[in-house]
Nanobody, 125 residues
């Protein structure tokens, strides 16, 4: 499975960005898609994920109500709409693929099967 992420950039606090990630490969339909992020000097953390089967979404607490994850199964793309961005959202955001049926709290990065290349989001105050 190959994951190609895009959409990062720089924005002022309160602004919005939309990340996209396209999954490709013969077995990509066997994976749910999500997003993780890694801030400078910190470990990679879970952000959001959406299940392929019924569209159930999961979010880390700090982004609930501000970020929305969605998917387009037709072209195997997952999106992360980020609104009301805060400086603490600054990080490299990674698209992630997890085998269908394995998504569960606490969504550890070690459970991710495939990673995209990362896209930098910088939020200035």
């Amino acid at each position: 499975v190959q994951l190609q992420a895009s959409g990062g950039g720089s924005v002022q606090a309160g602004g919005s960005l939309r990340l996209s990630c396209v999954a490709s490969g013969s077995t990509s339909s066997r994976y749910d898609l999500g997003w993780y992020r890694q801030a400078p000097g910190k470990e990679r953390d879970f952000v959001a994920v959406v299940t392929r089967s019924d569209g159930t979404t999961y979010y880390t607490g700090s982004v609930k109500g501000r970020f929305t994850i969605s998917t387009n199964s037709a072209d195997n793309t997952v999106y992360l709409q980020m609104n009301s961005l805060k400086p603490e959202d600054t990080a490299v955001y990674y698209c992630a693929a997890l085998i269908v049926g394995t998504i569960r709290s606490p969504f550890l990065p070690s459970w991710v099967n495939y990673w995209g290349q990362g896209t930098l989001v910088t939020v200035s105050s």
